[in-house]
């Protein structure tokens, strides 16, 4: 009783049990209100993948512990705080980086930010193939084709 221990996430959810406490979780700095403090005031300038390389996705995993912190943690991660502000820069980088090297503005980011980052130079990429007419083919979209057949199923039945 009274250690502390870091253990993988994993075992933290299945040990953790609101009425018989086992455990208790500590947040991890990044997820505290001193660097929260520092998402409000420019979340462009924190290096999120020096701090933690899945900082959205382990932050939401957090809020299964019971934190009076959670709702606040909450709020930094998915408010205009930390993504909606990173968010616009990451697709105004990823579409104005056209046959650049994009290691320096891929470095600071979480992994996915990284993924919506790759998401943008793909798009930006393939239509400046289309506009210089080596696009063979213009094809719908899988999210629009699998729109299209779940309507088409939903009408069968």
Same mark, same amino acid.
């Given at each position: 009783?009274?250690?502390?221990?870091?253990?993988?996430?994993?075992?933290?959810?299945?040990?953790?049990?609101? +009425? #018989?406490?086992?455990?208790?979780?500590? /947040?991890?700095?990044?997820?505290?209100?001193?660097?929260? @403090?520092? $998402?409000?005031?420019?979340?462009? &300038?924190?290096?999120?993948?020096?701090?933690?390389?899945?900082?959205?996705?382990?932050?939401?995993?957090?809020? %299964?512990?019971? %934190?009076?912190?959670?709702?606040?943690?909450?709020?930094?991660?998915?408010?205009?705080? @930390?993504?909606?502000? #990173? $968010? #616009?820069?990451?697709?105004?980088?990823?579409?104005?980086?056209? %046959?650049?090297?994009?290691?320096?503005? &891929?470095?600071?980011?979480?992994?996915?930010?990284?993924?919506? $980052?790759?998401?943008?130079? +793909?798009? /930006? %990429?393939? $239509?400046?193939?289309?506009? +210089?007419?080596?696009?063979?083919?213009?094809?719908?979209?899988? /999210?629009?084709?699998?729109?299209? +057949?779940?309507?088409?199923?939903?009408?069968?039945?």
């Amino acid at each position: 009783q009274g250690s502390k221990l870091e253990i993988p996430l994993w075992l933290a959810k299945g040990l953790h049990d609101s +009425k #018989r406490r086992i455990i208790s979780v500590e /947040l991890p700095k990044i997820y505290k209100e001193a660097w929260r @403090t520092v $998402f409000n005031a420019d979340a462009n &300038v924190v290096d999120l993948h020096k701090m933690g390389p899945y900082y959205y996705g382990f932050g939401s995993q957090l809020l %299964n512990f019971d %934190n009076p912190e959670n709702p606040d943690i909450a709020q930094t991660i998915l408010q205009a705080s @930390t993504f909606i502000s #990173r $968010f #616009r820069r990451i697709m105004d980088s990823s579409q104005n980086a056209y %046959n650049e090297d994009t290691s320096v503005l &891929v470095a600071r980011l979480d992994e996915l930010e990284r993924a919506l $980052f790759q998401a943008g130079q +793909k798009g /930006l %990429n393939d $239509f400046q193939c289309w506009e +210089k007419g080596q696009a063979s083919q213009i094809t719908a979209s899988s /999210l629009v084709q699998n729109y299209g +057949k779940r309507k088409f199923t939903d009408m069968d039945g």
